[in-house]
């Protein structure tokens, strides 16, 4: 159920912004776009989402294409706390009410 | 406020043997979710809960059982452990809403889990 693209590995400056892209050229007009994230094996956590307008919260920003086929998730000020790999999800709008989870991109944060 | 805790944290289990993954939260949420993520992979659901006494299955539920008996707890049943159960294992809680759509899921730490 490959909904959507992320590359598999970037690196980022410590300090520097994060730009982490996400291909879902078969997003849905009522889907959402989620952003989670797994820190070394930990369960993953909850970062952002967006229907078509561009979002801010305390963690990051996420910018939405006009056409709504791809995304970018914005680390303004990367930390090596920031390593982690980094899931972009398109919900499915079925009755399981679930996240069908890639493999993400692995961002390394680098001092 | 714990949120999600799952018990225990490791096991390793025989071929064959039985074991019960604790899954508590105290968020109130109604859905609660457990998943399984196999080395190098992305998470995978194995069953879901709308609430108490409702339970389905996700995308890998072949091999586990649940039940949801309270809004807190949703333990997950593996009954005849094999080696392609070796994995570690999430669960997670949300409000859920009508819509389906804006609902975030918040995850425990995992229970690693070894067949051998």
């Known amino acids: 159920d490959a909904k959507t693209t992320q590359p598999p590995s970037m690196d980022c400056a410590e300090g520097r912004a994060a730009n982490l892209p996400c291909n879902h050229s078969?997003?849905?007009?009522?889907?959402?776009v989620y952003w989670y994230r797994q820190i070394h094996s930990q369960g993953p956590q909850y970062i952002i989402h967006?229907?078509?307008n561009n979002e801010t919260n305390e963690m990051a920003s996420l910018i939405i294409t006009e056409d709504r086929k791809s995304s970018t998730l914005i680390l303004p000020h990367a930390t090596l706390r920031d390593t982690a790999v980094y899931y972009c999800?398109?919900?499915?709008?079925?009755?399981?009410?679930?996240?069908?989870f890639g493999t993400g991109t692995r961002l390394t944060v680098i001092p | 406020n714990a949120g999600v805790t799952q018990t225990p944290k490791f096991r390793i289990l025989k071929i064959g043997q039985s074991m019960t993954l604790q899954c508590t939260q105290d968020?109130?949420?109604?859905?609660m979710y457990w998943y399984r993520q196999d080395p190098g992979m992305g998470l995978k659901l194995i069953y879901y809960?709308?609430?108490?006494?409702?339970?389905d299955k996700g995308e890998v539920p072949n091999g586990y059982n649940v039940s949801r008996s309270t809004t807190e707890d949703f333990p997950l049943r593996l009954e005849l452990a094999a080696p392609s159960q070796t994995s570690v294992y999430f669960c997670?809680?949300?409000?859920?809403?009508?819509?389906?759509?804006?609902?975030?899921?918040?995850f425990g730490p995992g229970t690693r889990l070894t067949v051998l």
């Open positions: 997670a809680s949300s409000y859920g809403t009508s819509g389906w759509s804006v609902d975030t899921q918040y």
């Open positions: 078969t997003i849905s007009g009522n889907e959402y």
């Open positions: 967006g229907l078509k």
């Open positions: 999800i398109v919900r499915v709008e079925t009755g399981a009410n679930n996240l069908f």
């Open positions: 968020m109130n949420h109604n859905y």
């Open positions: 809960s709308v609430g108490a006494g409702i339970t």
